[in-house]
């Protein structure tokens, strides 16, 4: 009898489950039946289908130009993020373990200010002078490393809590090890998992960040996410194809990064 009742039971949290799910996946796989049709207006399916929306996407140079400069972007902010993060973390947890709460009322600043008021303050510090920066791909990666600032230093910080980083430094000292050499080949190695969940979080949110890289460098510098803004008056099919490819580039993204994380035997 309890059998019968735990299979109904698993059943139905199963059945619950992937409803949700189909619920999820709807409307993505309704923009991409939109995507691969050659027309579609006053009939439940599509005339025709064809991929001619994502030849014409990934053959046009503005397209890869912005797929591109959102990757290099996103790329150096996040860089710049782990070089100077991870030694702060180290420092802090092994040092000043006390400041550990002050650290984290500071990193949580970023999403204290709006980004549309953070971006006037930019535009007025860096818009004229000697630095500068605005149009320019450097300001963006400056206000990229703060959005990545809080979900990085989250991430790895309760990694370290979880390894006990005091206990494996004194290990390693005991082995013969200085700091730095045990930092290195001792707790960098640990980190793995943290490091990769704190990338690929605040990559996947740079990665579509529009409000920074549209008022800060707009189509001086474009991102896909500006370049998506500017062709909203384009055909609704490219644009579907546009939408798709970039769900699909963090789909793989994701799937790499699941596969770096999971544990070698």
């Known amino acids: 009898m309890r059998a019968a009742e735990a299979k109904r039971g698993a059943l139905y949290h199963r059945t619950v489950v992937w409803l949700l799910f189909l619920i999820l996946l709807l409307p993505l796989a309704a923009t991409f039946l939109y995507s691969i049709s ?72 970023p999403f204290a200010v709006p980004p549309v008021v953070s971006s006037v303050g930019l535009l007025q510090l860096y818009g004229s002078g000697p630095l500068a920066m605005v149009g320019t791909p450097w300001i963006l990666i400056g206000a990229y490393f703060t959005i990545a600032l809080p979900f990085m230093y989250r991430a790895i910080s309760n990694n370290l809590q979880a390894i006990n980083l005091r206990d494996l430094m004194d290990a390693a000292h005991l082995l013969g090890a200085s700091t730095w050499k045990a930092a290195f080949l001792v707790v960098l190695p640990n980190l793995r998992k943290g490091l990769m969940v704190s990338l690929f979080l605040s990559f996947s949110f740079l990665f579509g960040e529009f409000v920074f890289a549209n008022l800060l460098v707009g189509t001086r510098y474009e991102t896909l996410q500006v370049y998506l803004n500017n062709m909203k008056n384009s055909s609704g099919h490219f644009n579907s194809a546009l939408v798709i490819s970039y769900f699909f580039f963090v789909l793989v993204f994701t799937w790499a990064a699941t596969r770096l994380n999971q544990n070698k035997p």
């Not at 994502?54 to 996040?78: D, I, K, P, T």
């Not at 710049?80 to 180290?90: E, K, N, R």
């Open 38 to 109: 050659s027309s579609w207006s006053a009939t439940i399916l599509p005339d025709g289908l064809t991929f001619d929306w994502y030849v014409q996407l990934w053959s046009e140079e503005r397209f890869l130009r912005a797929f591109a400069q959102s990757l290099l972007v996103c790329l150096g902010a996040l860089t710049l993020a782990v070089v100077l993060i991870l030694p702060l973390l180290f420092v802090v947890h092994y040092h000043f373990p006390k400041l550990d709460g002050l650290m984290n009322i500071l990193i949580l600043l």
